[in-house]
């Protein structure tokens, strides 16, 4: 990852996967930092949680597990990084994951830095360093901009913003969902996922 800052991202070609119905579109064979037209720098995410909503059953374990795992045993669903929602039409079950978006929205608005780019697991998720956050909730807000519900959750007995950091590259929602929903896509070049490849109504 050396000299990552003052390389321009270029297009070595597409590979492209649609996993499941309405999931996450992902894009393959970047370098790993994407610039933008305002010079901006971020380093694309080397992993993502994919959805296959067709096989999900709507068991809410993948909640049960994120929150237990991701807040020492306070298993309250408030707190669980992966949403499940129940569509209005059709009645299907859609878990809803943090995109680690190329772009991230969250990152950009934390006024102290807190939300940053995790180099030191390597899987380059953006995270939340909860003892920076100050409880602004702008990361919440930038979140929802795009993405419905925010992904980013606020946990009200801690007065800190909480978000999906890839369970430091070993997401437990993956490995004890029951019937394959999930899954992670990893790529040592970066994944240009999420916001600004993909928007949710
Ligand atoms: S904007 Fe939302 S979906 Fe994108 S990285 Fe931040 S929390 Fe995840
Ligand atoms: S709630 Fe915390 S992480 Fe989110 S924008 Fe505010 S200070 Fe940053």
Do not use: W
Request: hydrophobic content about 35%.
């Amino acid at each position: 990852m050396n000299g990552e800052v003052n390389r321009r991202t270029i297009l070595k070609g597409f590979t492209v996967g649609i996993f499941g119905l309405g999931g996450v579109i992902s894009l393959g064979n970047f370098l790993e930092v994407l610039t933008f037209p305002n010079g901006q720098k971020v380093a694309l995410a080397k992993g993502v949680i994919l959805v296959d909503k067709s096989l999900c059953s709507g068991c809410r374990i993948c909640e049960m597990v994120c929150a237990n795992f991701n807040s020492a045993g306070r298993n309250a669903a408030s707190l669980s990084r992966i949403l499940l929602e129940k569509e209005y039409l059709g009645g299907d079950y859609q878990p809803k994951v943090c995109h680690q978006c190329a772009d991230p929205p969250c990152l950009k608005v934390c006024p102290v830095t807190a939300l940053q780019v995790d180099r030191q697991k390597g899987t380059y998720a953006r995270v939340i360093d909860e003892r920076a956050c100050i409880g602004c909730q702008k990361c919440v807000e930038a979140c929802r901009q795009y993405f419905r519900p925010s992904r980013p959750r606020f946990d009200v007995q801690k007065n800190r913003a909480v978000k999906c950091h890839l369970c430091f590259g070993d997401p437990q929602c993956v490995k004890f969902c029951p019937l394959g929903v999930l899954r992670v896509e990893r790529s040592e070049k970066g994944l240009l996922v999420g916001y600004p490849v993909i928007k949710e109504d």
